[in-house]
């Protein structure tokens, strides 16, 4: 069973820093996804952030030029560098994963979030 524990939430003021970790625990997936999702209060959940085989990024514009994802050399941990935080990045952050399937990003596995609140 792949497990996914994101850290790092909390609160910072408009123009600060944060960086979330995600750890998986029995992620066995030779070709692989990982990727982080926000949901801000009252919207829908959506996609901010991916990292893909060989170290391949991907972002929304929202946040392109402001947060960096990258993984460790064992995998086992994706990070969220998040610079220049604004206001409406406030949402809570969701780290998933999985398998890499005919060039799609499948993703199976979820955590059960982190909290960012960045004030202005």
């Known amino acids: 069973q792949v497990q996914l524990v994101e850290s790092g939430g909390g609160s910072v003021q408009a123009g600060g820093s944060l960086r979330l970790s995600c750890a998986a625990s029995?992620?066995?997936?030779?070709?692989?996804?990982m990727a982080w999702f926000r949901q801000p209060p009252g919207k829908e959940r959506v996609w901010v952030a991916s990292i893909y085989n060989r170290g391949n990024t991907k972002y929304a514009d929202s946040v392109k030029d402001r947060f960096t994802i990258s993984q460790d050399n064992n995998a086992n941990t994706v990070y969220l560098q998040m610079n220049s935080l604004k206001p409406e990045d406030t949402a809570m952050y969701y780290c998933?994963?999985?398998?890499?399937?005919?060039?799609?990003?499948?993703?199976?596995?979820w955590g059960p979030g982190t909290q960012i609140n960045v004030s202005s």
């Open positions: 029995a992620y066995t997936y030779s070709t692989y996804c």
């Open positions: 998933a994963a999985g398998p890499l399937v005919v060039s799609n990003c499948v993703f199976k596995h």
